[in-house]
């Protein structure tokens, strides 16, 4: 799935796409945190970005569970999260420029 999103109110829209779609060993930047279906929790993409999923940041993705590829790990900033698919889908990244 992939989206348009600015990076803020004057900047260019950016293609995107979700966090989860990232193979291990790549690195993005976050172009923002978004409800990526009905069921996901209302409290959820605040939550994400409370932890340091904000435009800017960089994200690396160091591994991938067995089965399906999750929970993801990732690293943001100097933090290392794993990652539901729920979770990983709300973040929306661009490629480094």
């Known amino acids: 799935m992939s989206a348009v999103l600015p990076l803020d109110e004057y900047a260019a829209p950016v ?14 930047r976050v172009v923002g945190v ?23 940041e960089r994200v690396h993705v160091l591994a991938r569970g067995p089965l399906g590829g999750e929970p993801v790990a990732v690293r943001v900033g100097t ?17 480094l420029e």
Do not use: H, M
């Open 79 to 95: 933090a290392t999260f794993a990652l539901r698919r729920l979770e990983a889908d709300c973040i929306r990244i661009a490629p």
């Open 15 to 28: 293609a995107c796409q979700a966090l989860s779609d990232l193979a291990k060993g790549q690195s993005a």
């Open 34 to 56: 978004v409800p990526s279906g009905p069921d996901v929790p209302p409290d959820l993409t605040r939550r994400l970005a409370d932890l340091g999923f904000l435009p800017g």
